[in-house]
Nanobody, 115 residues
Framework: QVQLVESGGGLVQPGGSLRLSCATS????????MAWYRQAPGKQRELVAS???????NYADSVKGRFTISRDNAKNTVYLQMNSLKPEDTALYYC?????????WGQGTQVTVSS
């Protein structure tokens, strides 16, 4: 079974930055489109950003120009660099394939943007 372990979340002030990491137990990043998702309290989980095996990226309109997704094939890891964070970015962040595989959801990492 695949394991996805997210890390790097925390409490940050508006305008701050965080870098999230997603370590995979298998070389998913080499063969699948990988993505970051987030779920805020009371809301549905939404797609934030995705990256293909060839490095093409796609972003939700709400994070374009502020977030950057990347991957390290050798480390089987996907990253999400988040800059200019806003309170509305507060959520539990997850990584998964795109489209997501239900059984693969990890615990996520909490991002809280607040002054």
């Amino acid at each position: 079974q695949v394991q996805l372990v997210e890390s790097g979340g925390g409490l940050v002030q508006p305008g701050g930055s965080l870098r999230l990491s997603c370590a995979t137990s298998r070389s998913l990043v080499n063969f699948y489109i990988m993505a970051w998702y987030r779920q805020a309290p009371g809301k549905q989980r939404e797609l934030v950003a995705s990256i293909t095996t060839t490095g093409d990226t796609n972003y939700a309109d709400s994070v374009k120009g502020r977030f950057t997704i990347s991957r390290d094939n050798a480390k089987n890891t996907v990253y999400l660099q988040m800059n200019s964070l806003k309170p509305e970015d507060t959520a539990l962040y997850y990584c998964n394939r795109r489209p997501p595989v239900a059984i693969d959801w990890g615990q996520g990492t909490q991002v809280t943007v607040s002054s």
